[in-house]
């Protein structure tokens, strides 16, 4: 039996499902973050981590769409897949967002 890159189950509905949340989560908690560390005193120099953060999530979540698509063609097409750009993006809203913290933990500190 041919090994098949093509399965007719949700596997990338799925995947797309768990980009959304990771978007999510980067938005809203780049948000949050932002503001909870204005009102707990951390100052504004750790609000452009959280920001960013946030940025990525949204960017994150506009293009969810178009990845999708993306990958539903190189699947049936037999194609690897290439994620890169959004695996970075993702990346560096992490990082971000570790930053805000770091920041944040050491100006209350």
């Known amino acids: ?5 093509w399965d007719r ?3 990338s509905e799925r995947t797309r499902l768990a ?7 980067l938005g809203a908690g780049g948000l949050g973050a ?3 560390a204005l009102r707990g005193g951390a ?3 750790a609000v452009p981590p959280f ?3 946030a940025l990525c999530g ?9 990845r999708f698509r993306k990958v539903q063609r190189a699947l049936h097409a037999g194609r690897p897949l290439d994620n890169r750009a959004d695996a970075l993006l993702a ?6 967002a570790i930053c805000g913290s770091l920041i944040t933990v050491v100006h209350l500190a």
């Not at 039996?1 to 890159?5: G, K």
């Not at 980009?19 to 989560?25: D, M, P």
């Open 19 to 25: 980009w959304v949340r990771t978007a999510a989560a």
């Open 58 to 66: 949204a960017v994150l979540l506009s293009r969810t769409g178009v």
């Open 9 to 11: 189950g949700l596997q």
């Open 91 to 96: 990346w560096l809203g992490v990082l971000a």
């Open 34 to 36: 932002a503001f909870l």
């Open 1 to 5: 039996m041919p090994d098949r890159v």
């Open 43 to 45: 100052g504004a120099l």
């Open 51 to 53: 920001a960013f953060a």
